[in-house]
């Protein structure tokens, strides 16, 4: 019986991408020609890769409408040959756990500030199980709230009552711990470094990957919700 649901982000949670992932999307945006791109993508309003190119879109005072579909056709080529020539990896444990939702009270549910063409590619090139409908990503929505707002609809039917008992976010950004906490959504952190540190000075319980968890339980019972 499904009774919760856990949203993950893809880069850098599931997938050791963020690098490869943002170079193709650094070279999308710079074949615009924005005059004075600003390329510290904490400096944008919203984190995700369509709200980045319209914000920037907007800045540069360009009158005709931000073309996305344009974005999406220079990502995508990009996206495809950097991909060709590294080794996308799932964060360990990643696709065990996965798998082993499978017969727990929890729907997974993906939710990416990513356009929606690298995040399948990483999804499937890592093997990592998921349902392409309950993946929502930075080409269907722009803001971190509405991506993962519109992920937890999609978990919606999957569970046996209207409601469900929790609902936890994990991700490896600080976008992630924010977004959680403005949607009251429970928290868990997948990172190490500097962003480990920066989630933990925010309150999160943080892991490095999924390879210490015996069980789904485990796993979750290091959520909480972020004051």
């Not at 990592?128 to 709230?145: F, G, I």
Request: charged share 20%; net charge negative; glycine share 6%.
């Amino acid at each position: 019986m499904k009774t919760s649901i856990v949203v993950f982000d893809i880069d850098g949670t599931l997938t050791d991408t963020v690098a490869p992932h943002q170079a193709a999307f650094l070279e999308a945006l710079q074949s615009f020609g924005f005059p004075n791109l600003v390329t510290d993508w904490s400096k944008y309003q919203h984190h995700s890769d369509s709200a980045i190119f319209a914000e920037a879109w907007a800045t540069a005072g360009w009158d005709a409408p931000a073309p996305m579909g344009v974005l999406e056709n220079r990502y995508r080529a990009a996206y495809d040959r950097r991909s060709a020539v590294v080794d996308l990896r799932e964060i360990p444990g990643a696709a065990h756990f996965l798998a082993s939702l499978q017969d727990s009270p929890w729907v997974p549910v993906f939710a990416t500030g990513s356009l929606r063409h690298g995040a399948v590619h990483k999804m499937t090139v890592a093997n990592l199980p998921y349902d392409d409908e309950l993946l929502v990503s930075a080409t269907e929505h722009q803001t971190r709230e509405e991506i993962v707002t519109q992920a937890i609809q999609a978990g919606r039917p999957q569970l046996s009552h209207d409601q469900p008992d929790r609902v936890v976010s994990v991700g490896d950004g600080l976008w992630d711990l924010l977004t959680a906490k403005t949607l009251d959504l429970e928290f868990v952190g997948i990172a190490s470094g500097g962003k480990a540190a920066t989630l933990s000075a925010k309150g999160a319980e943080v892991m490095p990957d999924f390879t210490r968890f015996s069980s789904p339980k485990a796993f979750f019972d290091h959520a909480r919700k972020i004051q």
